[in-house]
């Protein structure tokens, strides 16, 4: 059968809590808080734009240094009644180009890492360019 031709199938979305693709193992400590985080960004106080500039800068370079589980805070939004803008967007920011062929999973950080005010994301291996 002759190979489809056009553009590659889109990644699927990612989906906050969605761990399909890691192993039961790692998976288990990732929500039980256990899995070793290699690298931190706080994202409280900045702008939008800052905050986005920041996380792809951050995933990509964690990428590049081979890393695989990174913590990424937002908050939980306290001084705006719950509604914290950058809780809503990292998840979205995380999904778009160039971030989303980067990332295996995302999902809510285990309550001593920050909980609903905190995002675990499992890098993919980086490909030899």
């Not at 800068?57 to 964690?62: C, E, L, T």
């Amino acid at each position: 059968m002759p190979k489809p031709t056009g553009p590659a199938a889109a990644p699927k979305r990612l989906r906050s809590g969605d761990l399909t693709g890691i192993d039961g193992h790692r998976a288990d400590r990732l929500r039980r808080g256990k899995q070793e985080i290699e690298g931190r960004l706080d994202l409280h106080g900045m702008r939008q734009i800052e905050a986005h500039d920041a996380l792809i800068g951050f995933v990509a370079a964690a990428q590049r240094a081979g890393k695989k589980t990174l913590l990424v805070i937002t908050g939980k939004g306290s001084f705006s009644n719950g509604d914290s803008v950058l809780r809503a967007n990292v998840p979205l920011w995380l999904n778009e180009r160039p971030l989303r062929d980067k990332i295996l999973a995302i999902t809510p950080a285990h309550p001593r890492d920050g909980g609903s005010g905190a995002l675990y994301v499992v890098l993919k291996r980086r490909r030899e360019e």
